[in-house]
């Protein structure tokens, strides 16, 4: 069965950092062979894309929130993804998904492209 856990969220005040963290598990779930996502959803609003990084990190997206506050990495030894988020502002409260890709497929930003899910962990930026 896989999983896909997601750790590190919490309460931080604004200019603050957090660094999420995602390990994946189960059964012949081959995680470095997957794109892997961050996504996040603020109550009321849609879930969003965050970041996306292909299974050899070569190809790294970012929403435009995200360009130069968050990085997205990966270390497919460990088979866990991290994103690291700094500057953070109220706006980005959110919980924050972490999602997996079709083996060897290429990073997407729209999340029906994303097979496996976690539950989440909440983020929450105070001001």
């Known amino acids: 069965q896989v999983q896909l856990v997601e750790s590190g969220g919490g309460l931080v005040q604004a200019g603050g950092s957090l660094r999420l963290s995602c390990a994946t598990s189960?059964?012949?779930?081959?995680?470095?062979?997957?794109?892997m996502a961050w996504f996040r959803q603020a109550p009321g609003k849609e879930c969003a894309f965050v970041a996306a990084?292909?299974?050899?990190?070569?190809?790294?997206r970012y929403a435009d929130s995200a360009k130069g506050r968050f990085t997205i990495s990966r270390d497919n030894a460990k088979n866990t993804v991290y994103l690291e988020m700094n500057s953070l502002k109220p706006e980005d409260t959110a919980v924050y998904y972490c999602?997996?890709?079709?083996?060897?497929?290429?990073?997407?930003?729209?999340?029906?492209?994303?097979?496996?899910w976690g539950q989440g962990t909440q983020v929450t930026v105070s001001s």
């Open positions: 189960g059964g012949s779930f081959e995680t470095s062979l997957r794109p």
């Open positions: 999602a997996a890709g079709r083996a060897y497929g290429i990073v997407q930003i729209r999340n029906a492209e994303y097979d496996y």
């Open positions: 990084i292909s299974r050899n990190a070569g190809d790294i």
